[in-house]
């Protein structure tokens, strides 16, 4: 039962560009989002969270959105550089469980 | 070194053997959880101990999979009686302790191949 849906395998995107990676989840219980960033023969690091009485979260070039009613958050990263292309996890935990639920990843790849 | 580290880093091994994986958590960290990630798929959680207890091991498959963490440090998970399904990467990672935001480090992960 996957509680976390990454639908996008896969984007591609122009250097300097905005990514937008897309992340659903259906437990309504989840209350903490993470998003891990993973290298090829490394483990995933972590990147970004938002917890849900927030709607937004922003890092340097990487912001968070969640959108609760919509079971939805997103990833945007402005600018695309070229250190950006690895497989991106979306990631939820509730209740201040220990206990990631990750969705398949997206990988991205930035074009010159 | 500072991160978490694995080993092995690669494992072949035939169908119906015991494999042995390790798993050496960053210095001072005491909450120390087992990930297993398929192919296509994102990590799936399997243990998590707190100190030397397994405090959680409901995402154990089934009774082949064992883990110990016998002095609050060092962990092996273990695997019973190999079966094809079982390769995966096997991603330990740790946290300074009971975490609630869910940052974890994790270690490179050991691959596992069954035969």
Same mark, same amino acid.
């Given at each position: 039962?996957?509680?976390?849906?990454?639908?996008?395998?896969?984007?591609?995107?122009?250097?300097?560009?905005?990514?937008?990676?897309?992340?659903?989840?259906?437990?309504?219980?989840?209350?903490?989002?993470?998003?891990?960033?993973?290298?090829?023969?490394?483990?995933?690091?972590?990147?970004?969270?938002?917890?849900?009485?927030?709607?937004?979260?922003?890092?340097?070039?990487?912001?968070?959105?969640?959108?609760?009613?919509?079971? #939805?958050?997103?990833? #945007?990263?402005?600018?695309?550089?070229?250190?950006?292309?690895?497989?991106?996890?979306?990631?939820?935990?509730?209740?201040?469980?220990?206990?990631?639920?990750?969705?398949?990843?997206?990988?991205?790849?930035?074009?010159? | 070194?500072?991160?978490?580290?694995?080993?092995?880093?690669?494992?072949?091994?035939?169908?119906?053997?015991?494999?042995?994986?390790?798993?050496?958590?960053?210095?001072?960290?005491?909450?120390?959880?087992?990930?297993?990630?398929?192919?296509?798929?994102?990590?799936?959680?399997?243990?998590?101990?707190?100190?030397?207890?397994?405090?959680?091991?409901?995402?154990?498959?089934?009774?082949?999979?064992?883990?110990?963490?016998?002095?609050?440090?060092?962990?092996?998970?273990?695997?019973?009686?190999?079966?094809?399904?079982?390769?995966?990467?096997?991603?330990?990672?740790?946290?300074?302790?009971?975490?609630?935001?869910?940052?974890?480090?994790?270690?490179?992960?050991?691959?596992?191949?069954?035969?």
């Amino acid at each position: 039962d996957q509680q976390v849906k990454q639908n996008s395998p896969s984007l591609s995107v122009q250097e300097g560009r905005i990514s937008i990676l897309n992340c659903d989840y259906t437990n309504s219980m989840f209350d903490y989002f993470l998003w891990y960033k993973k290298y090829p023969a490394e483990g995933p690091t972590f990147l970004i969270s938002i917890s849900s009485i927030k709607d937004k979260n922003e890092d340097g070039r990487f912001t968070v959105f969640l959108n609760k009613s919509a079971k #939805h958050l997103s990833l #945007h990263i402005v600018p695309s550089q070229p250190g950006d292309p690895a497989v991106y996890f979306c990631a939820a935990s509730a209740g201040g469980d220990y206990k990631l639920s990750f969705g398949a990843g997206t990988t991205v790849t930035v074009r010159a | 070194g500072a991160g978490v580290s694995q080993t092995p880093s690669n494992k072949v091994t035939e169908k119906g053997k015991y494999v042995e994986l390790r798993c050496d958590p960053i210095s001072g960290h005491t909450a120390l959880y087992w990930y297993r990630q398929s192919l296509g798929q994102g990590p799936e959680f399997l243990i998590y101990f707190q100190g030397t207890g397994a405090a959680d091991d409901s995402g154990l498959p089934n009774d082949r999979f064992f883990a110990v963490r016998p002095e609050g440090s060092v962990s092996t998970l273990k695997i019973q009686r190999t079966e094809r399904g079982d390769s995966a990467v096997y991603l330990c990672a740790s946290s300074p302790n009971r975490v609630s935001s869910g940052e974890l480090f994790f270690g490179e992960g050991s691959r596992l191949t069954v035969l």
